[in-house]
């Protein structure tokens, strides 16, 4: 049998065109498995069709309705064609594009301007459709530039894509995307009253050899209100400035530069001190508990190590009791409690190691994990809280939204294994997009632009 495709096109004046688009035929004899129904070659063959058709009726309506003057209802006349070349999902489509006169009449929209216009440039100025630079900036942030390029030739019948047209484009949606935010500084009229929690980490990449240094910094996060929540990702290098684009991310979440910000992270003071610069203010930072509770299930595993020894001389309870109180004294914030018995156990696993080596060697692992907790609650004094007390009110107590991010933003695409290098400011557009994606903001941004 043969399938004739034919596409009939209503315009808004009540005329209408027939396309013949192309012809599928399978003959019976031949049929086989692969022979059923509608393969991916043809689909795609048929989708430019149907493109190339949509598109060119569509222009033609659209320049036809441009010609006619807002100031006195007039037919401006066409000045010439000009051929242009446009970059859709669905195939490269070849237009003759009107370039209009101006009317005589000088109206409104005529006023400043002198020589023909083109009604199109408006509509693509970068000579591509949206869909498809979104599409590409978001396959690009994911897989690499060339794999993205893969991927898209594979399903949809566009023109053959580059790995640097993918990377240019994720470029140009990165730089949108910042600048949309920057847009949505007015909006913020849904604010509560409550407060925000910003949740940071940071992901190691490989860095570019020119740029003198073996790894770049890809500061993630998420900013979380009781009813939003939103990723973002950034180069400090990279960004103009990292502090002004975390504020804008901050505004839009519904801050209004006085409600109290609270920051957690792990103990590196350089990603609060981003926050504090962004918020022009004080901002509350908690060390994030999962990163102290690691440290005492340290201290745990060493002490069960020291009471296994075979020649264990002291009593386990004066052991055993210290290491599992101290979790509970800094859950709940006594740490001059847990400052106490950290140097208790000190002294205990000083007092006994003379006896003999196994019992010494347990002890100084027992020491140096101790003392190891010791100087990260020291060094952190100001940022403990009370754990239980937030934990018991629904507040958050650990940066491990953060970790999630450095997966989502940093690793996927950027991660050690991926074996790329990456500039700062490559990685920057990857992060900001990668965010953006994952938020489900893109189409957003497209829009808006
Ligand atoms: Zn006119």
Avoid at 183 to 193: H, W, Y
Avoid at 209 to 228: A, C, F, T
Wanted: with cysteine.
């Amino acid at each position: 049998m043969d399938v004739r495709i034919i596409v009939e096109t209503t315009f808004e004046n009540g005329t209408t065109k027939t396309h013949r688009l192309g012809c599928i035929s399978r003959p019976f004899r031949q049929t086989k498995p692969e022979g059923f129904g509608l393969l991916l070659e043809d689909a795609k063959t048929m989708l430019w069709q149907l493109q190339n058709a949509i598109m060119l009726d569509q222009i033609e309506e659209v320049s036809e309705e441009s010609r006619i003057c807002l100031g006195c209802d007039r037919v401006r006349a066409i000045h010439d064609y000009r051929p242009r070349v446009l970059d859709t999902l669905f195939g490269r489509v070849h237009v003759k594009a009107p370039r209009i006169r101006r009317c005589a009449c000088k109206a409104i929209s005529d006023v400043d301007q002198s020589g023909p216009f083109s009604p199109l440039a408006h509509y693509f100025p970068d000579r591509s459709t949206p869909e498809l630079q979104r599409l590409q900036a978001e396959l690009g942030a994911r897989h690499s530039f060339r794999e993205a390029a893969r991927i898209i030739e594979t399903f949809v019948p566009c023109a053959k894509q580059m790995n640097t047209t993918v990377r240019n484009r994720l470029g140009k949606v990165a730089q949108v995307i910042g600048a949309n935010d920057r847009a949505e500084l007015a909006v913020d009229e849904d604010a509560t009253s409550q407060a925000l929690t910003v949740f940071l980490d940071g992901a190691h990449i490989r860095c570019r050899p020119e740029y003198q240094r073996r790894h770049l910094d890809v500061v993630v996060g998420k900013i979380e209100s009781p009813n939003m929540s939103r990723r973002f990702g950034l180069v400090q290098q990279a960004a103009r400035s990292p502090a002004k684009q975390l504020r804008q991310a901050l505004v839009s979440q519904g801050w209004d530069g006085q409600r109290p910000i609270t920051v957690i992270s792990d103990g590196e003071p350089a990603l609060p001190n981003l926050v504090r610069r962004a918020v022009q203010g004080p901002v509350r930072h908690i060390l994030d508990w999962w990163h102290i509770s690691m440290r005492v299930q340290h201290i745990e595993n060493a002490v069960k190590g020291l009471l296994q020894t075979q020649n264990f001389p002291g009593m386990p309870e004066l052991f055993k009791k210290p290491a599992e109180t101290l979790r509970w004294c800094i859950w709940h914030g006594k740490v001059m409690t847990a400052g106490t018995r950290l140097k208790v156990l000190l002294i205990d696993c000083s007092r006994i190691s003379k006896i003999d080596a196994e019992v010494r060697e347990a002890a100084a692992r027992v020491k140096a994990r101790c003392r190891e907790l010791y100087s990260y609650l020291a060094n952190n004094f100001d940022t403990l809280t009370d754990y239980g007390w937030r934990y018991r009110n629904g507040l958050a107590i650990s940066s491990s939204r953060a970790e999630g991010c450095v997966d989502e933003i940093g690793n996927t695409r950027m991660g050690k294994r991926q074996r790329m290098r990456w500039s700062p400011k490559g990685a920057h557009q990857v992060a900001v997009t990668r965010a953006a994606v994952l938020d489900g903001r893109l189409a957003v941004s497209q829009m808006a632009a």
